[in-house]
């Protein structure tokens, strides 16, 4: 049974950087669209970024949200069984539980969380001076 743990977040301040780990046990994350999503406080979940299976014929492998767009960066590396995050130029609106969730059917993509089977537990990200 797939689980997921996210790691990195912390304090950084603004214009800072972080890179989010989302590491699988149980089955292969190759086999999924993983997502990053972010619970701010006070807000809705937010997809932030997804990227494809690696068997997927999609035209669009990887998405971002348009608030993060040329700052974060979604990469796999699947000998890890790991998904990244490389998060540059943070602004405080970017603050919030981060989490990673693993798509079997690659419909969910950035805006149908239900899609998503499997969540890991979270990592917090505060981007504060």
């Known amino acids: 049974q797939l689980q997921l743990v996210e790691s990195g977040g912390g304090l950084v301040q603004p214009g800072g950087s972080l890179t989010l780990s989302c590491a699988a046990s149980?089955?292969?994350?190759?086999?999924?669209?993983i997502g990053w999503f972010r619970q701010g406080p006070g807000k809705d979940r937010l997809g932030v970024s997804y990227i494809s299976s690696t068997d997927s014929t999609t035209a669009y492998p990887i998405g971002y949200a348009d608030s993060v767009k040329g700052r974060f960066t979604i990469s796999r590396d699947s000998a890890a069984n790991k998904v990244f995050l490389q998060m540059n130029s943070l602004k405080p609106e970017d603050t919030g539980v981060y989490y990673c969730?693993?798509?079997?059917?690659?419909?969910?993509?950035?805006?149908?969380?239900?899609?998503?089977?499997?969540w890991g537990q979270g990592t917090q990200v505060t981007v504060s001076s």
């Open positions: 969730a693993a798509d079997p059917t690659g419909t969910g993509r950035l805006a149908f969380a239900f899609q998503y089977t499997t």
């Open positions: 149980g089955s292969t994350l190759d086999s999924y669209f």
